[in-house]
């Protein structure tokens, strides 16, 4: 079972930055993926970023909506994922969710991204908040 620990939320004005961060508990298997999803009041959430790590390979994949301003990291000494937030707008004010899970072989990042590969654990979110 993987734990997993969103921080780093906030209230910010537009044109500034947060880095959110989400740590997990140790994973079951030598690959995993991440991926970064947020939902503001009365919309559907969506995924923002994602991640895939494993046996010397990796991808990572930032929706187009914010590509040039998030960028996701990792580090997996401290068994970490970071999403740096730059240049926020209002329309960025959401709850931010991490979600995880590990597999004995790294599976496309692209299927991820099309939800084919289900990451199946979910931090309790954090909250960023952006004003014009």
């Known amino acids: 079972h993987v734990q997993l620990v969103e921080s780093g939320g906030g209230s910010v004005q537009a044109g500034g930055s947060l880095r959110l961060s989400c740590a997990a508990s140790?994973?079951?298997?030598?690959?995993?993926?991440v991926g970064w999803f947020r939902q503001a009041p009365g919309k559907e959430r969506e995924g923002v970023a994602y991640i895939c790590t494993g046996n010397g390979a990796g991808d990572s994949y930032v929706v187009d909506s914010v590509k040039g301003r998030f960028t996701i990291s990792e580090d997996n000494a401290k068994n970490t994922v970071y999403l740096q937030m730059n240049n926020l707008q209002p329309e960025d004010t959401a709850r931010y969710y991490c979600?995880?899970?590990?597999?004995?072989?790294?599976?496309?990042?692209?299927?991820?991204?099309?939800?084919?590969?289900?990451?199946?654990?979910w931090g309790q979110g954090t909250q960023v908040t952006v004003s014009s």
């Open positions: 140790k994973y079951t298997y030598s690959s995993k993926c």
């Open positions: 979600a995880a899970d590990s597999f004995g072989d790294l599976p496309p990042i692209s299927m991820v991204v099309a939800g084919q590969v289900v990451l199946g654990y």
